[in-house]
């Protein structure tokens, strides 16, 4: 069985991404990042969704010696010109303070009215073997931004994002609803086929 190891240390993504593999077919040695503590965190250097996926990936091949999956994933404004992209996490200056991140983006876009909120939520996985071989597929979640934040299910910019066809954001859908139709599902799912392809 050959080990599969995927950069983070989120146990919610790796039973979703295990979840895909084996819906597919593929059973192999899922493990995250907490398996090989003494390996740094990889700074997220790119200047792309992809970028900063490939460096992730390549980082923790080369220092396993296994196949590794690294994803990136951000909210993309139309009207912002794809802001805050890359910088999601960081929006308001302070890594990971999704309240703070929140308010900022809905007070630039206060005086923008519903038909011009479009935003999509995309997700770069990609997956690079120790020889250098790698591959990325990406995955997106269209919809229009709220003026008020609606639900608790979600994280990050879930309560404002309501997927298209949908009258809920995202933080009000179920997590099987979510994840049947996240660009993080969509991404690990376009992934399958690459996995076969390279490891088998």
Known sequence: ???LILATRNAGKITELHAILADAGLDHDLVGA???PDIPDVKETGVTFAENALLKAHALAQATGHPAV????GLCVDVLG???GIFSARWSGTHG????????LLAQLSDIDTPHRGA???????LALPDGTERVVEGRLTGILRHTPAGTQGFGYDPILQPDGESRTCAELTPAEKNA?????KAFRA????VRELVG
């Open 120 to 126: 999509y939520f995309t997700c770069a996985a990609a």
């Open 97 to 104: 303070d999704d309240d703070a991140n929140l308010k900022l």
């Open 34 to 36: 907490d398996a090989y």
């Open 191 to 194: 992934l399958v086929p690459v």
């Open 181 to 185: 139709i996240s660009h993080r599902g």
């Open 82 to 84: 794809g802001a805050p």
């Open 70 to 73: 690294a994803d990136d994933s």
């Open 1 to 3: 069985m050959t080990r």
